[in-house]
């Protein structure tokens, strides 16, 4: 059974604590669990340490100044862009909503498809006593590689309901295999 913790003086006349010393085998490495505490698992920490970060984000994303929600990301917004193959041509999908043809623009320089544009909001709310006012902007770029040798008359874009879609031929594809002759040896 350990002592209680005792006081004693110091010739200086400072009061000293004297903690008793546990004995080696009572003792275990820094950082080791006793057996009653539950062990974290490493999926629980993930979850935990997403979560936290999806708080963190959130929080940034928008600030309480003078009672107003304030976006502070829009202008680091990223369309989705989706990148398939039909019917022999390549499709190019970008989701832009909100956007008309006007704020778009579509360019193929070298080997990347360009799909560069602005998108603007602006929101107003009239209430007794007050008007609220809010506007964001930003513009994006995105650069999506092509085929070599893709050639500017071969590709179409159409913008419907706003959705942006960029066709143009698939390159050819080798042949996945071939057959290897067999010679006797």
Do not use: C
């Amino acid at each position: 059974m350990a002592k209680p913790p005792s006081k004693a003086t110091t010739p200086n006349s400072k009061r000293v604590e004297k903690v008793p010393v546990s004995t080696p085998s009572a003792t275990k490495p820094i950082g080791a669990r006793s057996e009653s505490a539950p062990t974290p698992s490493s999926s629980g920490l993930m979850r935990r340490f997403g979560a936290d970060l999806d708080r963190f984000f959130g929080d940034v994303g928008t600030s309480l100044a003078a009672g107003f929600a304030v976006p502070s990301l829009d202008a680091v917004w990223k369309p989705v862009v989706e990148v398939s193959e039909r019917g022999g041509n390549l499709v190019i999908r970008a989701e832009l909503p909100g956007l008309a043809v006007k704020d778009v623009k579509v360019e193929l320089r070298d080997d990347a498809l360009m799909i560069q544009g602005e998108r603007r909001q602006e929101r107003e709310q009239k209430g007794k006593g007050y008007f609220r006012s809010e506007r964001s902007y930003g513009s994006f770029l995105r650069q999506i590689p092509v085929p070599e040798g893709t050639t500017p008359a071969s590709v179409k874009a159409t913008f419907k309901d706003g959705v942006l879609e960029v066709t143009m031929p698939a390159p050819t594809r080798p042949a996945k295999g071939h057959n290897v002759a067999i010679e006797k040896g």
